[in-house]
């Protein structure tokens, strides 16, 4: 079956640092590679996603790079900022199941000034 | 255009009661899913409905059930409340009804039960 795999977490960096985040997967075919972004309270929002291999995702300074032969999806941003202090998941969704997603377990991270 | 709505936002529960949970998707969407977030097993798919007919379902026992409704409303139900199921649910809609999905989140309901 599908499954995803994050960095434990959590993750405290400073203000301007360089954030990675890693995510791996396991899935069949030709999954769809997403990053959602949980704000403390509130549901999930999606971030940025990428549909087929060595498609870029991005959205608000954050990048991932949809990599099959490492089956990898690692969140990047060059420099963080307090406000980026959330719950971040990494997620697949596969062929014949597309409204089903499948989450990794999350990670938190916590810009400090 | 108004985002996914959930309701009630949150709610405390007797173990052995039932729950009912609404969610009213982005209009004009006609796929809602329902997931289960714990702090132990993450987020898990619960079911997704579209054209009030349910079209994919996790591995959750069968006390929790789901139906929506021809404006695309969905509710979902837990019957004989565990105090595992003390979690957020969240539901989420999509546009699409084949291919790529881009699913918009509700804000979740909060459910304890005590």
């Known amino acids: 079956g599908n499954s995803v795999t994050q960095m434990e977490g959590p993750v405290t960096l400073s203000e301007e640092a360089f954030l990675t985040i890693n995510c791996t997967y396991t899935?069949?075919?030709?999954?769809?590679l997403f990053w959602y972004v949980q704000y403390p309270g509130e549901g999930l929002q999606l971030l940025l996603k990428?549909?087929?291999?060595?498609d870029k995702g991005s959205n608000k300074g954050f990048e991932a790079t949809y990599r099959k032969e490492t089956t990898s999806f690692h969140l990047e941003k060059g420099s963080v900022q307090v406000s980026d202090s959330a719950v971040y998941f990494c997620?697949?969704?596969?062929?014949?199941?597309?409204?089903?997603?499948?989450f990794g377990t999350g990670t938190r991270l916590q810009v400090t000034l | 255009k108004a985002g996914v709505t959930q309701t009630p936002r949150y709610l405390i529960k007797t173990r052995g009661q039932q729950v009912t949970l609404s969610c009213s998707p982005i209009?004009?969407?006609?796929?809602v899913s329902w997931y289960q977030q714990t702090p132990g097993q993450g987020l898990q798919f619960l079911f997704e409905?579209?054209?009030?007919?349910?079209?994919n379902k996790g591995n959750f026992p069968g006390r929790f059930s789901g139906r929506q409704f021809s404006n695309s409303r969905s509710e979902m139900n837990v019957s004989t409340l565990e105090l595992g199921d003390s979690a957020l649910y969240l539901c989420?809609?999509?546009?699409?009804?084949?291919?790529?999905?881009?699913?918009?989140f509700g804000p979740g309901t909060r459910l304890t039960v005590t």
């Open positions: 899935a069949t075919g030709y999954p769809s």
């Open positions: 997620a697949l969704t596969n062929t014949g199941t597309a409204s089903k997603l499948t």
């Open positions: 409905y579209f054209s009030e007919t349910q079209r």
């Open positions: 990428a549909t087929k291999a060595d």
């Open positions: 209009s004009g969407h006609r796929s």
């Open positions: 989420a809609s999509t546009a699409a009804d084949r291919g790529y999905y881009e699913q918009y």
